[in-house]
């Protein structure tokens, strides 16, 4: 039967059994089989790899595995530039947008609050969370490996973390995010841009000790939803802050 050697290298060995973490290992296969199959079968979804070299040349996606051939594959170099290379992928999407699952809500408001465009609801199928990720180019976020490897979706990212503050960090790193962030310019309802208005035009919403206590106030351009500085503001920026001591 004929066999392939492969090396996974960096973050792709978390979706390795142990036993072919960090090591050269022997996969047998039958008939014609696309590289990018294979790789899918041993558990790494295509979104995480960015270059595959086969007998030290680079391949793409399409690439059909020769007995004896040597599979090296690498994750995606969002910070580096490798375009002398073979991309598997479109370029990076620079403007980084991104569309998360229904269990990353609380990931999804950290993004909007560092000022990321961030679609989420608590009902997306996975058929929409695909097509919202290829048709608006946004970068899929998911713990569901099953949904990255649909072919449609280009750019995407299995999150690790279960803790959602650690899951911000992981993101920004991975990314490579910490100089784009642009906290409390979106609306954490849906996503809105945050607009300055003046309190007179919004002085008859506003409850009579807002009205006292506050003059700096933003309004969301899309559902209109008014915010200031209030009593939250504080423990939101030493969030913010805190996060950001990673970059």
């Not at 039967?1 to 973490?21: G, K, S, T, V």
């Amino acid at each position: 039967m004929p066999h392939a050697i492969f090396r996974f290298y960096a973050e792709l060995n978390d979706f390795l059994p142990p036993a072919r973490r960090q090591a050269e290992f022997t996969h047998a296969f039958q008939g014609r089989v696309s590289i990018k199959d294979m790789i899918e079968s041993l558990g790494v979804p295509h979104t995480e790899v960015d270059l595959i070299l086969a007998n030290g040349a680079s391949v793409d996606f399409d690439y059909l595995v020769q007995d004896d051939d040597r599979i090296g594959v690498y994750p995606v170099f969002e910070a580096l530039d490798i375009t002398p290379l073979v991309r598997l992928r479109p370029r990076p999407l620079r403007e980084s947008r991104f569309v998360l699952d229904t269990h990353l809500g609380r990931l999804a408001t950290y993004l909007r609050l560092l000022g990321f465009d961030t679609l989420y609801r608590n009902d997306y199928d996975d058929e929409e969370l695909a097509r919202l990720s290829a048709d608006e180019k946004r970068i899929l976020l998911t713990k569901d490996r099953g949904l990255l490897k649909r072919r449609v979706v280009t750019h995407g990212y299995c999150v690790r973390s279960p803790d959602p503050r650690q899951q911000i960090k992981e993101i920004l790193g991975r990314f490579d995010l910490y100089g784009s962030v642009s906290p409390f310019s979106r609306c954490l309802r849906c996503n809105g841009l945050l607009a300055p208005v003046e309190k007179q035009a919004i002085a008859h919403r506003l409850p009579s000790h807002t009205r006292e206590d506050h003059d700096e106030f933003y309004r969301c351009q899309t559902c209109d939803r008014l915010f200031w500085p209030g009593s939250h503001y504080a423990a939101l920026k030493n969030f913010v802050t805190d996060v950001l001591k990673g970059g």
